[in-house]
């Protein structure tokens, strides 16, 4: 699984075979633990984008025509005022797809 800070605005692209998945932080926040994250995928897919509020290690999952990705709320990273800050969120999917920030 691989661990990726992001903070709100900040996202990530698994490059499928078939499509790209993006995977956007919205918001984070850390006083509540809660993080709202947007998942766009391709147009031509029957699952369709979303966006959700996860708490701290909850998980799920992305259906894709190529395999499943699982995302995974670690860990929060506020800033020192306990405002906003940062997420880590776990990736896992197939080795042979392209994770990028």
Do not use: C, Y
């Not at 903070?7 to 918001?27: F, Y």
């Not at 391709?42 to 395999?67: A, C, H, I, M, Y």
Request: glycine share 8%; charged share 25%; proline share 7%.
């Amino acid at each position: 699984m691989l661990d990726l800070h992001l903070s709100s605005g900040q996202g990530l692209v698994v490059e499928t075979p078939t499509g790209d998945v993006e995977v956007w932080v919205q918001d984070v926040l850390p006083d509540q633990s809660q993080v709202k994250i947007e998942v766009v995928l391709p147009e031509e897919w029957t699952e369709k984008s979303r966006t959700t509020t996860f708490k701290l290690q909850e998980e799920f999952n992305v259906q894709t025509p190529d395999g499943l990705i699982r995302v995974k709320v670690l860990r929060f990273r506020p800033r020192p005022d306990g405002t906003g800050g940062a997420v880590s969120l776990g990736i896992d999917a197939p080795r042979s797809w392209l994770i990028s920030r």
